[in-house]
Each structure stands twice: as C-alpha cells, then as structure tokens.
C-alpha cells in the first residue's frame, strides 16, 4: 500500500461539511451554545512527535467546547493525567486552548472531527472523515507508535495505517505491528462509562502508555 501524503489527503478544516448530518447537528449546537467551538476539532500536540493518540470524535461538552481533543470532559481527565506521569505533557490537566499545556513527542486527535449526535458517528461519516486521519499520519513522519481508544478508533488507524481488518482484531492492550514496521496499541476509550464500570482502570491505562514507551524507544 503506498503511503499517503499530506499534500493527497488535508489534514483539517474547520469549515469542512462532508457529513450532512453532522454539520447540521453542529449548527443547532452553535446556535444553542454560541460559546462553543462546535466546530470540527483540530489535531492537538507536538508536530514532530513519535507517539499519536487517536480517539472517537469530540464530547459535547469537551473538545466541542473547547476546541481541542479531551479537553473539558470526563475522559480528558485521565488521558491527560497518564500523559503527565509518562513525560508526554507539561501538566496533568487540560483546561483550555488557552492554558500553556504543552504536549512532547505526543500528539491527539479523533477519528471523526466533528461532534456526532449521541456520541454515535454512522459508518458512512467514518469512511467519510478518514481522508483528514490519513493526512494527519502523513503529516507525522515520526509517529512510528499509534495508541487507539476504542474499537472506532482502531478501525480507522488499521485501515489508514496499511493494516487489515478483521485479522488487526481489537482488544485492551493488543498490539498490531503494520506493513512498514510502524505499531499500533489498543485501548479500551477512557470514557466515563468504561471508568466508572471498571472496564477501564487507571492501571490498565497506565500499561497502555507504558508498553507505548517501550515500544518507541525500541523502533
């Protein structure tokens, strides 16, 4: 599989409208929230870094207030305290695009961009978003190690990465090496659901980021 390059597939645009439905729900979100961003949400991090994150798409009242991936919602408050404790963040919490959080040899961002209705994207606004998820890789040439939050997640990074479903089958802490060495390491998403039921702890979280530092220095 050839390698994708950012100037083939763009890596973000806030006036983007490819998803019918999620456009117009982001507009009845604006229009209710003018404070929002509600917006499609950029990439955040380190443009030279080894390591990307990649998640479902923005929460309501996270990335899509904010702005920026994790921020603001229930499930930014563990991401961005793991990053803290392994190096990948100058602080443990992120509270706005405004604060001076800056992330090292890290970057983050969704498989969708655009906040979806009940937090559910259809499969055709996946397929649909993916072109900014291949522009974003090719726009890391470092990146050599992927963290994936979630089974969507998965599917887009595996696809985009060269790798092939079902064979690439998600679990916590399964580990996908894809055609050009680069690897792939799964999650259970830091959600308040996944928490709170315990199918996520912190010490789980903790030995996804910790395996990711293995696996970088090595490559």
Not at 105 to 110: A, G, L, P, Q, Y
Not at 150 to 169: D, M
Request: net charge positive; with cysteine.
């Amino acid at each position: 599989m050839a390698k994708a390059t950012a100037a083939a597939h763009p890596v973000y645009s806030a006036d983007c409208r490819d998803c019918p439905r999620l456009a117009a729900f982001l507009d009845g979100v604006r229009a209710s929230h003018p404070d929002y961003h509600a917006l499609p949400v950029a990439p955040f991090g380190d443009a030279a870094a080894r390591l990307l994150i990649v998640g479902l798409a923005p929460g309501m009242h996270g990335a899509n207030r904010s702005g920026r991936p994790f921020t603001g919602d229930f499930a930014g408050i563990l991401l961005y305290r793991t990053l803290h404790r392994f190096g990948f963040s100058t602080a443990a919490e992120s509270v706005s695009v405004d604060d001076r959080l800056q992330l090292l040899d890290c970057r983050i961002t969704n498989a969708v961009k655009c906040l979806p209705p009940q937090n559910k994207p259809t499969p055709e606004e996946i397929r649909t978003c993916r072109h900014f998820l291949e522009g974003q890789i090719a726009d890391l040439p470092n990146a050599r190690v992927f963290v994936a939050l979630g089974q969507i997640a998965h599917q887009s990074a595996v696809k985009v990465l060269g790798g092939r479903l079902p064979k690439a089958r998600f679990g916590h802490l399964a580990e996908h090496v894809v055609p050009d060495g680069r690897v792939l390491i799964d999650s259970y998403h830091c959600s308040r659901y996944n928490q709170n039921t315990g199918r996520l702890t912190e010490a789980m979280f903790d030995a996804v980021f910790a395996r990711a530092v293995q696996v970088a220095s090595a490559l």
